[in-house]
């Protein structure tokens, strides 16, 4: 077996065992694919999604920050590790009992970069987020001791999925400096040697089991589709999409190597996804092309309250311009959940709103 493919199976497993360990923690990182309602506590946000439709098919069917109409991938592989779903980290952040329990610091707009997303004049960067796991390492190490909180963060896991605003909100844009700067492999460059970096930042914190997401096909979102005459995928973007995959993949079999005890896991979630918008009846869905929200040309592509829903979300992959719908949501959890936890139980049947 060759070494790369030896050491996923052997990080899966590890993963599996605290997966099946009781009430395993978890802290994500991560933007609004991941956003549990951080952003709702950023008063100057431009990113939010606290008003509907969003949440018509939460529990309770209020907005609570999700960008999306239900639940998020982190809340339905929360549910599957036996869970609660943790909290955003800023209603949170004064309560260590809390924060013992795993918190989520994602925030919709944020990037790898610290520059990306600015135009939302408030959300929380990955470097954002890093700082505040420091917080919460610092307030938990004060409560039970180094030692105590060091073995805490070793063993707990940690998702991170970041990166599809430093092309949506970043690179895409033609008005914003990075797409005039940089040429594609100078900005996968950047990206990827900020994202050692970060990934460095935390596990010098105590961060070990990390799970890191890949950028889906962004190429093939309804944002992008609109961008073509015949509202097809656009090549080029899931071009550079590919490329970048390819090279954080590269740079976790690196620091697999380089860190002691760290495991390193690459969640490539872009066939995933592109399986499901190529092949949306296999799935169950009917429309993978167009958002269910109708949101696609509107500035900003969320759905507002006065968007025009579809008549069953149930057939739609996306909710917004940007975001699945939780129906979709719920396939890709099932996927990621049994790929990385293999010895875990299987999902629960996908809901009807």
């Not at 005039?180 to 996968?188: A, G, I, L, R, S």
């Amino acid at each position: 077996m060759p070494m790369s493919k030896q050491l996923f199976v052997t990080c899966v497993f590890s993963l599996a065992a605290i997966a099946l360990a009781a009430k395993p923690v978890t802290y994500i990182f991560g933007d609004s694919l991941t956003d549990v309602g951080n952003n709702n506590f950023l008063q100057y946000s431009l990113a939010k999604s606290n008003y509907p439709w969003y949440g018509i098919d939460y529990s309770g069917g209020q907005a609570t920050g999700r960008f999306t109409n239900g639940r998020t991938i982190g809340d339905i592989i929360s549910a599957k590790l036996g869970i609660t779903s943790p909290p955003p980290y800023l209603s949170v952040s004064q309560n260590i009992d809390a924060l013992l329990k795993g918190v989520n610091y994602a925030s919709g707009g944020a990037g790898i970069l610290n520059d990306t997303g600015l135009y939302f004049i408030q959300r929380l960067s990955f470097d954002d987020q890093i700082n505040y796991f420091k917080k919460t390492k610092e307030a938990i190490t004060t409560k039970v001791g180094e030692e105590a909180a060091n073995k805490h963060f070793n063993g707990a896991m940690h998702f991170i999925g970041i990166g599809s605003n430093d092309y949506v909100n970043n690179f895409l844009q033609p008005f914003l400096a990075d797409g005039q700067q940089y040429t594609h492999d100078e900005f996968v460059e950047l990206l990827i040697s900020t994202l050692d970096h970060q990934i460095m930042r935390l596990y010098q914190l105590g961060a070990r089991n990390m799970v890191i997401h890949g950028i889906g096909p962004l190429g093939c979102i309804p944002s992008q589709r609109v961008k073509s005459k015949q509202g097809e995928c656009l090549k080029h973007v899931n071009e550079w999409i590919l490329q970048f995959n390819s090279n954080i993949q590269k740079l976790i079999n690196t620091l697999n190597h380089r860190l002691p005890n760290a495991k390193l896991i690459f969640a490539d979630t872009y066939p995933l996804v592109l399986d499901l918008i190529d092949s949306p009846s296999t799935y169950g869905f009917k429309v993978s092309n167009t958002s269910c929200c109708n949101a696609d040309k509107s500035i900003g592509g969320l759905c507002l309250p006065n968007s025009k829903l579809c008549s069953n979300r149930n057939d739609y992959v996306f909710w917004d311009a940007f975001h699945p719908s939780d129906a979709a949501n719920a396939i890709l959890a099932e996927k990621f959940f049994s790929t990385l936890f293999t010895s875990a139980p299987s999902a629960a049947p996908r809901p009807s709103p």
